[in-house]
């Protein structure tokens, strides 16, 4: 069967997504079957290694199964099927609870990957990253893929104003949180990564890959499986996904069994979701419309959960929402411009169309809101 995604070249799509956004470097690769493409514009090569933030989550998930039994609990309260799918109740960014409002709801949490990852090394009896080396990235020849900062890495940058990008500060990324999101990697390692999750040979047996792709719990007109979502494209093809974004880096993995392809891409820019963005509408791989199960219902009014800040308010007749964070790695506060959002049926709302899953939010029960893939609760008065 021939595939469903545009022959349009790679390199042609990229320049001009990154005329349009601004972005100050990007690299990205395409495989579709045999065929691989890569493509780089800015002052990158292809294999130029960027940060993949919580791409990394991917690997983390395909290390469990390797190591652990992801039904048997490993902190005395949750599974590493329920810590690596975000089901776990854990805060994002510590280990405490989250607010009894938020509890049994799916909720994005750093802190799930990082005791998963505690666990793989006690399993593995050596560390995290030497685990990951040993069990991954050796047997499938990632050479270029690691947890130490390569010197000829891109460079990240945080907004500056409303459109520019300043340098982001030099940082080391905490050991004990690199099974959440600590890897460098380039687009022609992602692709051989995805190769190995679309059915090529490498550690994880057939059962095992697809243990990583079975959907665990639904949210955001998506089903997330362990590291990864499982969405539908038009067309009903199903892909799965994982977008990253820390420190002055945004990425992007996404693979298409049917098609037997996979797209990576990596930017070196805080806003780079918007250039991932266009590339990902020019191949095609647009989801589906959700289909409108329960009524549309915004509330307005500001959510808080630890530095995570979120207001959304009622202008000009349209729902917008301002956000602002702190970055995990930099420890710079990022207040994010605001943006409107539309109702994408089911009950999701998103912005730019809701096309990456990062831009999309819900309100999935009364006095809470799934903004940036976290359960926040409404801030007291």
Request: proline share 7%; hydrophobic share 40%; net charge negative.
């Amino acid at each position: 069967m021939a595939s469903a995604i545009p022959q349009r070249r790679l390199l042609e799509i990229v320049r001009e997504a990154r005329v349009r956004t601004g972005v100050p470097a990007v690299t990205a690769g395409l495989l579709v079957r045999d065929r691989v493409e890569l493509a780089a514009d800015g002052p990158v090569e292809a294999e130029t290694p960027f940060r993949i933030a919580s791409i990394t989550k991917w690997f983390t998930a395909s290390l469990a199964t390797l190591l652990l039994d992801l039904e048997e609990p490993v902190d005395g309260r949750a599974s590493p099927g329920r810590l690596l799918s975000h089901t776990a109740d854990l805060r994002p960014n510590s280990r405490g609870s989250l607010p009894t409002p938020c509890r049994g709801l799916w909720s994005y949490s750093n802190a799930g990957y990082v005791l998963a990852g505690e666990a793989c090394a006690a399993a593995a009896g050596t560390s995290f990253a030497a685990a990951v080396q040993e069990r991954l990235l050796e047997p499938l020849g990632l050479e270029r893929t690691g947890f130490e900062e390569p010197p000829d890495a891109a460079r990240g940058h945080l907004q500056d104003g409303a459109t520019g990008h300043r340098p982001a500060p030099d940082v080391e990324y905490a050991e004990r949180r690199r099974p959440a999101g600590g890897l460098w990697s380039t687009v022609g390692d992602l692709l051989r990564f995805a190769e190995h999750q679309l059915g090529g040979t490498g550690p994880l047996a057939p059962a095992q890959v697809s243990a990583v792709q079975e959907p665990r719990a639904e949210a955001l007109g998506g089903r997330y499986c362990l590291g990864c979502w499982s969405r539908q494209l038009v067309g009903g093809r199903t892909a799965f996904d994982h977008e990253g974004s820390v420190g002055g880096y945004q990425s992007l993995l996404l693979l298409v069994p049917e098609d037997r392809a996979a797209l990576a891409v990596l930017t070196n820019s805080w806003r780079g979701s918007g250039l991932i963005r266009r590339v990902v509408r020019e191949l095609g791989l647009v989801p589906s419309p959700h289909e409108a199960t329960r009524a549309e219902q915004v509330e307005p009014g500001r959510y808080e959960l630890d530095d995570a800040v979120a207001v959304v308010a009622e202008r000009n007749g349209r729902w917008r929402v301002a956000e602002s964070e702190t970055d995990p790695l930099s420890g710079t506060r990022i207040e994010h411009p605001e943006y409107a959002v539309d109702a994408l049926g089911g009950g999701v709302y998103g912005f730019a169309g809701g096309l990456l899953m990062g831009h999309r939010l819900d309100f999935p029960r009364q006095g809470v809101a799934r903004i940036g893939w976290t359960a926040l609760p409404v801030a007291s008065s």
